[in-house]
């Protein structure tokens, strides 16, 4: 069945940088678009990182600059770099997978995206 799995989450320092990992099974994530989204208490889920499936990202203001994702068809994986984090970025992280989606599309319309990990805890202290 259809699984994504995330890892990489932790403790990190304000201004410190990490790499998440997600790993899909049951399907491959060659014609997917592809995406991280964060959910923080008290704040809505949203999209940090997408990736459609011929390699156009989207990024919201909030992490441009700072994060990078990637993906790595061959081996069924995405990963977010997460560079010089602040408070803000302490959340739990998704990895998602769509369609043939346009990146900007899935990072703003999270209700839509048809496939979710579990989330992986990301905590950035002072």
């Known amino acids: 069945q259809v699984q994504l799995v995330e890892s990489g989450g932790g403790l990190v320092q304000t201004g410190g940088s990490l790499r998440l990992s997600c790993v899909a099974s049951?399907?491959?994530?060659?014609?997917?678009?592809v995406g991280w989204f964060r959910q923080a208490p008290g704040k809505e889920r949203e999209g940090v990182s997408c990736i459609s499936h011929d390699g156009g990202t989207y990024y919201p203001e909030s992490v441009k600059g700072r994060f990078i994702i990637s993906r790595e068809n061959a081996k069924n994986k995405v990963y977010l770099r997460m560079d010089r984090v602040r408070s803000e970025d302490t959340a739990v992280y998704f990895c998602?997978?769509?369609?043939?989606?346009?990146?900007?599309?899935?990072?703003?319309?999270?209700?839509?995206?048809?496939?979710w990990g579990q989330g992986t805890q990301v905590t950035v202290s002072a």
């Open positions: 049951g399907f491959n994530l060659d014609y997917h678009a």
């Open positions: 998602a997978a769509g369609g043939l989606s346009p990146s900007q599309r899935m990072c703003r319309t999270p209700s839509l995206v048809p496939y």
